[in-house]
């Protein structure tokens, strides 16, 4: 429930801070007192439109601020939860409105979108009042209003469930139908086209392997050209060693004939040809070493060729090459096996939808049971509220055409005002005053199913007096039981039922002052008995109106 509204600088309100208790609480004041300030603020503080007017002249900004207690399981601190708002503690819901028109939003300290308060705030405070239709305007909201009456909140979910699954089924259907029905179009290409790349077998990474591979091979080469040269030089019919060697062995028999006289070059020449033929067999390595083999840079360079000839007609990349292939197959299979899938994934939608059809129907024959037993208990309230020839009724239209994650129902709350006329929707049909009693005769009969912690009910006892009056103020206070109620009236009867009486007036901020404030003060039992008896009487008091207001207050 609402615990505290602090207000700073908004209108004709300076500084205020009120606690709230559970129950119902009254406002009562003079007219232009500032009621509809107050609830203008608390509407702000729960996301509502800001407006730059609304800041009290002369300052630079307005806040407001509003404090909730409710239970760890709400649906609010979930909400908040689910946006990642910390919801540890008491609720604090803050605005800052700035003359310019520009408002900052704040839920727990953390700053937030105004569209986000609003939905928060919606699920912790509802205020009606005469030409309020936020609660019958929505058709929607009268179907969640029979579900929350009944109890089925659990069965909508699972109907929900059910209607995800369903068009889940359909829309994989669908997708698989395309691809089947694309994949046939292209059957010859795809046959081809996967042919080519199954006998192509391009591994992820192969081409970086190729192309290093490559220039490894080709600076190999240039390497090997040099030492294959040397070898032959060494090696061919052109080496020196032939000629050395039979120089040597001439020179050997010579040198018999002159002692002393060849033997230092025949020596240098024998290890001149050791020399070579280390040379050779060195050079013979290197060219072993080099690993060079014209016919690998030859397979190498047209496995390059290969790939990226189908990288082109493919128009990917190679890397993706085997990606592509990959899905070429799948294409293929499902081509190949498509109708099996279809009529697999086709019965499956039709197992999904007739498990939805059949919980969706229940769903609807337990509203229809709902409608009915929420009619009656409506039209229960509606004598004692000057409704005694109105009738309220809940209609409900149940179609194929309408099936949706809530059901097959379209739902709505029709009043017939008086005999004779048409029904029709609550909201074309009724009066402002009518409205105002048939959403308390609806909010009564559902109790505290379907409504926020927290009501706030804006003067909806205009125009009435006396026993309508009386029967509005004995539904409030049944109604507060419940949840919270907040009443703004004019009526004394009400009044005089609330467990809280708040009295607005405004005056000077200090004596003597030009500047008019708005102040709020909880009355004390005394001061109750001469308001309300200021309510009955007008501006002079009279015993016979204390006397009546004391009646009020011991009844109430």
Known sequence: MLIQLSIRDIVLIDRLDLAFDAGLSVL???TGAGKSILLDSLSLSLGGRGDGSLVRHGEDKGQVTAVFDVGANHAARRFLRDNGIDDDGDLIFRRIQSPDGRTKAYINDQPVGVQLMRQAGQLLVEIHGQHDDRALVDTGAHRALIDAFAGLSEDTAEVGRLYKSWRDGERALKAHRERVESAAR??????????????????????????????????????????????EFLNGNASPVPHIASLVRRLERKSQEAPGLLEETVSLLDAALDQLSNAQMEVEAALRRTEYDPRELERVEERLFALRAASRKYSVPVTELPALAERMIADLADLDAGEEKLTRLQADVDAAAAHYWVAARSLSEKRLHAATALAEAVMAELPALKLERARFSVEIKSSEESAGP????????????????????????????????????????????????????????????GAVADAIGQRLKRLSAKVQVLSVTHAPQVAARAATHLLISKGPVTEGSERIATRVAAMAEKDRTEEIARMLAGASVTEEARAAARRLLTAG
């Not at 190729?210 to 050209?225: N, S, W």
């Not at 009043?415 to 609806?442: D, W, Y």
């Open 406 to 465: 809530e059901g097959i129902d379209l739902v709505e709350f029709h009043v017939q005002t008086n005999p004779g006329t048409r029904p029709g929707p609550i909201m074309k049909v009724a009066s402002g005053g009518e409205l105002s009693r048939f959403l308390l005769a609806l909010k009564v009969a559902l109790a505290d199913r379907g409504s926020a912690p927290t009501l706030v009910f804006d003067e909806i006892d205009t125009g009435v007096g």
């Open 28 to 30: 009562t004041g003079e």
């Open 186 to 231: 292209e059957a010859d290409y795809l046959r081809s086209s996967v042919e080519e790349l199954e006998k192509l077998s391009p591994l992820d990474g192969e081409e970086d392997e190729l192309a290093e591979h490559r220039q490894k091979m080709i600076k190999a080469e240039r390497i090997a050209g040099d030492i294959a040269e040397a070898a």
